[in-house]
């Protein structure tokens, strides 16, 4: 009988240790809301489990354009936000929605065409490029889906003197999906895009593509991460969220950033020590 009793308690303290340590598998593991350029550029699958070995912390993510991002970290769905749009960035932390903004890294934009460049805007400022996009109605595809790159690509236009709203016309194709989805429609129907160097570095269906127009200081590309504010949300890990975004700021998580390269080129440059990134 007593055997039979040393036997229970010793299952017993057996499940509760796998209990506990269950619940501290699931207490290190966050949900991060990112962009679709960080996933498709492959610096996801470099980078996590790099940070699971050094930190411990296991990261779940879920890829999506900024705005959307931005709209499932408000909702509490997520534990960090890392997204490249520093100006609705900036208004999130406002609203309350996050804790601070930290900037990480940076790439730039650029425009990719056919390589026979039938609009003739190859090496040409963008304001310049999107003007002759236009006036020659030649195939353009956005991503139309509000993320970072989205919203880089509207301010362009914008800034070009160009009403895309009022102006567009058949030769303007909005698919409402990510980078690497914009870029394969861009490669089957001859068209431009403005892409993420990142994601078009990691590209591997180019087609007749090329980078036709870089170089300007408008595509500089900034992304920042932050902390979901816990106290509009209390099921955010903190501890664990706040120990991923020191990691990425820190040197060692600066130099490995660096360190993503495909086929020798570097596709982002850290920059967490600039107060004003």
């Given at each position: 009988?007593?055997?039979?009793?040393i036997s229970l308690q010793i299952l017993a303290?057996?499940?509760?240790?796998?209990?506990?340590a269950q619940a501290w598998a699931q207490e290190q593991s966050?949900?991060?809301?990112?962009?679709?350029?960080?996933?498709?550029?492959g610096l996801f699958g470099y980078l996590l489990p790099i940070v699971k070995?050094?930190?411990?912390?296991?990261?779940?993510?879920?890829?999506?354009?900024?705005?959307?991002?931005?709209?499932?970290a408000r909702r509490g769905d997520a534990d960090v936000v890392f997204v490249h749009d520093k100006s609705a960035e900036e208004k999130f932390i406002a609203e309350g929605f996050g804790v601070k903004r930290y900037p990480v890294m940076y790439n730039d934009f650029v425009i990719v065409g056919p390589k026979n460049d039938p609009a003739g805007i190859k090496g040409k400022d963008v304001l310049t490029a999107l003007r002759t996009i236009k006036a020659k109605d030649t195939p353009f595809v956005s991503r139309g889906d509000r993320s970072g790159t989205h919203i880089a690509e509207l301010k362009l236009w914008k800034e070009a003197g160009i009403d895309i709203a009022k102006d567009?016309?058949?030769?303007y194709k909005e698919i409402g999906q990510g980078m690497g989805a914009a870029l394969n429609m861009a490669s089957a129907s001859?068209?431009?895009?403005?892409?993420?160097?990142?994601?078009?570095?990691?590209?591997?269906?180019r087609g007749d593509l090329a980078i036709l127009v870089e170089g300007d200081k408008r595509l500089?590309?900034?992304?920042?991460v932050m902390l979901v504010n816990p106290a509009k949300h209390p099921a955010v890990k903190k501890e664990a969220g706040q120990r991923f975004i020191d990691w990425l700021i820190s040197p060692?998580?600066?130099?490995?950033?660096a360190g993503y390269k495909i086929d020798g080129q570097q596709l982002f440059y850290p920059n967490a020590n600039d107060p004003n990134a």
């Amino acid at each position: 009988m007593k055997r039979w009793f040393i036997s229970l308690q010793i299952l017993a303290t057996i499940a509760l240790a796998s209990m506990s340590a269950q619940a501290w598998a699931q207490e290190q593991s966050i949900v991060v809301a990112s962009t679709t350029s960080t996933q498709d550029s492959g610096l996801f699958g470099y980078l996590l489990p790099i940070v699971k070995q050094k930190t411990g912390v296991e990261v779940k993510v879920l890829a999506q354009g900024t705005g959307q991002a931005l709209d499932t970290a408000r909702r509490g769905d997520a534990d960090v936000v890392f997204v490249h749009d520093k100006s609705a960035e900036e208004k999130f932390i406002a609203e309350g929605f996050g804790v601070k903004r930290y900037p990480v890294m940076y790439n730039d934009f650029v425009i990719v065409g056919p390589k026979n460049d039938p609009a003739g805007i190859k090496g040409k400022d963008v304001l310049t490029a999107l003007r002759t996009i236009k006036a020659k109605d030649t195939p353009f595809v956005s991503r139309g889906d509000r993320s970072g790159t989205h919203i880089a690509e509207l301010k362009l236009w914008k800034e070009a003197g160009i009403d895309i709203a009022k102006d567009r016309g058949p030769w303007y194709k909005e698919i409402g999906q990510g980078m690497g989805a914009a870029l394969n429609m861009a490669s089957a129907s001859n068209a431009y895009v403005l892409s993420d160097r990142g994601t078009w570095l990691a590209f591997h269906n180019r087609g007749d593509l090329a980078i036709l127009v870089e170089g300007d200081k408008r595509l500089f590309n900034q992304y920042g991460v932050m902390l979901v504010n816990p106290a509009k949300h209390p099921a955010v890990k903190k501890e664990a969220g706040q120990r991923f975004i020191d990691w990425l700021i820190s040197p060692e998580g600066q130099n490995a950033i660096a360190g993503y390269k495909i086929d020798g080129q570097q596709l982002f440059y850290p920059n967490a020590n600039d107060p004003n990134a």
